[in-house]
Nanobody
Framework: QVQLVESGGGSMQAGESLSLSCATS??????????VGWYRQAPGKQRELVAR???????VYGDSVKGRFTISRDNAKNAVWLQMNSLRLDDTGVYYC???????WGQGTQVTVSS
């Protein structure tokens, strides 16, 4: 059973920055060769794509985070990072990472942004 571990969530104020990490054991899964996405789910809303990165480094961002969030790889740590800047109230939610093509999900990490 592959275990993706998200970390770095917390309670922040609007305008602040936060970094999330999605990592797993390289014995279980080599993230460098996978497409990894960050998704979030706000209370009462559907899970939505925040950002995604392919093995060759191509990235896709959700419209609401473009210019504020950056997804990147740390292959040495078998991890993918999500740098979140200029946090807004509507960035609040549980953030999950996802690995394709297998469809593995992490357990999620809570991000709460307040004014």
């Amino acid at each position: 059973q592959v275990q993706l571990v998200e970390s770095g969530g917390g309670s922040m104020q609007a305008g602040e920055s936060l970094s999330l990490s999605c990592a797993t054991s390289e014995r279980d899964l080599r993230i460098a060769v996978k497409t990894v996405g960050w998704y979030r789910q706000a209370p009462g809303k559907q899970r939505e794509l925040v950002a995604r990165i392919t093995p060759d480094g191509a990235t896709v961002y959700g419209d609401s985070v473009k210019g504020r969030f950056t997804i990147s790889r740390d292959n040495a740590k078998n991890a993918v990072w999500l740098q979140m800047n200029s946090l807004r109230l509507d960035d609040t939610g549980v953030y999950y990472c996802n690995v394709l093509p297998e469809g593995y999900w992490g357990q999620g990490t809570q991000v709460t942004v307040s004014s």
